[in-house]
């Protein structure tokens, strides 16, 4: 069965530093997401994007996050400048155009920030 | 206006038994309400779903009753089995973007 993968399961990085979590989604999938969860609360939405474009993204996506999909496979989410507060579990997630409500989630990164 | 409010926090269930967990919401422009059963250092896996022209899907032991009138909607586990416990959030779609927002989750343990 396809799955969402993400690389890597776990990165461990010094505040002010730059990372780039990698996802490969769904191979027929058009929309793609990124959510966070900060250890034991809910899982919050960071940003969706179809098109090579964000088409919606929340108040936590600021200047220092950004999104690509620089091939035909992978989507990634890079911080500029990490935080203290960046640590969590970052979750993609993606779905196609079929089975238009259901989103497949990856298994996460988890991001600390020392 | 956004939020989906989830209980309980924790549930405990004797093997066999009913576990039921609560959501409600306020924004009337969700259209989609998804349950997500999540493993420790795993993602949020999809149980099932409703849309909000439905009162009730049955999937196996998994059951969502959905009341659109009172905004809350509940997922029904029979038949508890350890395999179970899990974390479940129920999350709710809105917007062209189909973003979800999910609950804060409930931490279910079934005892054998």
């Known amino acids: 069965e396809p799955e969402v993968t993400q690389t890597p399961s776990h990165q461990v990085t010094q505040m002010g530093q730059e990372v780039i979590l990698r996802c490969v989604p769904i191979?027929?999938?058009?929309?793609f997401y990124w959510y966070r969860q900060i250890l034991g609360q809910k899982v919050e939405f960071l940003v969706s994007?179809?098109?090579?474009?964000?088409?919606?993204k929340s108040e936590i996506f600021d200047d220092q996050f950004s999104v690509e999909r620089p091939d035909g496979s992978n989507f990634t989410l890079k911080i500029r400048s990490t935080k203290l507060e960046d640590s969590a579990m970052y979750f993609c997630?993606?779905?196609?155009?079929?089975?238009?409500?259901?989103?497949?989630f990856g298994p996460g990164t988890r991001l600390t920030v020392t | 206006q956004q939020q989906v409010k989830q209980s309980p926090q924790s549930l405990i269930v004797q093997k066999g038994g009913i576990s039921i967990i609560n959501c409600a919401y306020e924004?009337?422009?969700?259209?989609?309400f998804p349950w997500y059963q999540q493993f420790p250092g795993k993602g949020p896996a999809l149980l099932i779903a409703i849309r909000p022209d439905v009162s009730e899907k049955k999937e196996g032991r998994f059951t969502i009753s959905f009341n659109k009138s009172a905004k809350q909607f509940s997922l029904h586990i029979m038949d508890s089995q350890p395999g179970d416990s899990a974390t479940y959030f129920c999350?709710?779609?809105?917007?062209?973007?189909?973003?979800?927002?999910f609950g804060k989750g409930t931490l279910l343990t079934v005892n054998p």
């Open positions: 997630a993606s779905r196609g155009l079929v089975l238009i409500y259901e989103q497949y």
């Open positions: 924004n009337t422009a969700f259209d989609y």
């Open positions: 994007f179809y098109n090579n474009e964000i088409s919606e």
């Open positions: 999350a709710a779609r809105g917007g062209s973007n189909y973003k979800l927002t």
């Open positions: 191979s027929n999938h058009l929309y």
